[in-house]
Each structure stands twice: as structure tokens, then as C-alpha cells.
């Protein structure tokens, strides 16, 4: 509003503007349900950027909090990866760990490390997180978990079409999963 102002744009103008915006793609996008739950994509894949989006959700009305989450392969960042799992596991009640963009790399080893950083968090196995290789899955569980007023998130992707797996690049959208997962429940 006061970037506009300073530009001399008319309130008028701005407000219109505003109320029209519905938000940058991938980024704590919710996709919309009936189903008396909140889910959000989200393309999260850095400590910071995960913090912020946790420590958003949790300001919000909420049961539980039910994450999605893996980390980037191909040699990225390894160090990072049981620390996105920790974060997970202190704001979120459950947590579904998966693979995201393994690339060449052996997608059990990145999930390996992220489950690391859950369980040191305090989450237990088929308890509270869960290790589910398969994305689309993984997804699908934590949808099928959630219930009135909890949020499910799923971070790492956002908005992007492709995941990047040895076999190269496969289709995928986050996005369209949860519609059609939540089409199917």
C-alpha cells in the first residue's frame, strides 16, 4: 500500500489490487477443500525458509499440523537435511518424510537423513513420522490423516512441474496431487 502511495497510485486503486491478489504460486499456497481441513504447498526447502513457514502455521488456528517433507539430492546441502528434519519434528504433530528431487542420489540415504533429524526431534516411527518413499504416497497418507481444523503442509516443491530422479525428469505437481487425492477421498 505505501509503495503504491509513494508512486502516487490511488488508494482505490491499490485496494482493488490487493483484493484481487491471490498470491504467488507454490508459495504457502493453499489448495482449496470441503473437507474442514487446511492444506498448503509450499516450496520450502531451506532451514530459514521452512522455519518461517512452520512458525507461520502454527500462529494459525490449527488441531494438529501434518508435514510433508523431504530434501534435495544429488549431493546438495547433506548436511541440512536432518536439520529440516528436526524442525519439522518441533512444529509439527505428525510427519510424513519423502523424497522431493533425489536426482542421482539414493533417495533411501536422503530420507535416511531427514528421518535422522525427526527422531532426534522426538517423533517415533509409525507413531508420529512416518517413512514413505514414494511422494505421491506420502501425500495421500497425510491427507487421509488429517481431520477438522488440522493443516497439512507439504514443502520442497511449490509450485515446480518436474521431479528430478535417475530417471530424469518426471512430471510432477504437488499441487495437482492433493486435488486429486483429495478428489479420490
Known amino acids: ?24 504460486p507454490g508459495r504457502l499456497e493453499e489448495i482449496k477443500n470441503s473437507r474442514g481441513f487446511r492444506v498448503f504447498v509450499d516450496y520450502a526447502h531451506t532451514e530459514d525458509a521452512l522455519l518461517k513457514v512452520y512458525e507461520t502455521l502454527a500462529a494459525m488456528p490449527h488441531q494438529k499440523i501434518i508435514a510433508v517433507l523431504g530434501a534435495t539430492g544429488g ?22 518424510v ?11 540415504k536422503i530420507i535416511d537423513a531427514v528421518l535422522a533429524g525427526v527422531i532426534s526431534g522426538g517423533k517415533r516411527i509409525d507413531i508420529d513420522c512416518y517413512r514413505v518413499s514414494e511422494r505421491g504416497e ?3 497418507k497425510a491427507l487421509g490423516k488429517a481431520q477438522r481444523c488440522d493443516i497439512v503442509i507439504i514443502t520442497g516443491k511449490g509450485c515446480e512441474k518436474v521431479m528430478a530422479t ?11 496431487i492433493v486435488r486429486k487425492v483429495l478428489e479420490d477421498l
Not at 522431493?100 to 542420489?105: F, H, I
Not at 530417471?167 to 504437488?174: A, I
Open 1 to 24: 500500500m505505501c509503495l503504491g502511495l509513494s508512486q502516487n497510485i490511488p488508494a482505490e486503486k491499490i485496494q482493488k489490487a490487493l483484493a484481487a491478489f491471490s498470491g504467488i
Open 75 to 96: 549431493g546438495r546441502d547433506k548436511k541440512k537435511r536432518p536439520l529440516l528434519g528436526a524442525l519439522a519434528a518441533r512444529y509439527c504433530d505428525l510427519v510424513f
Open 98 to 108: 519423502t523424497n522431493e528431487d533425489p536426482y542421482l542420489e539414493d533417495p533411501e
Open 138 to 140: 506420502a501425500i495421500k
Open 166 to 176: 535417475a530417471d530424469g525428469m518426471v512430471p510432477w505437481d504437488d499441487r495437482e
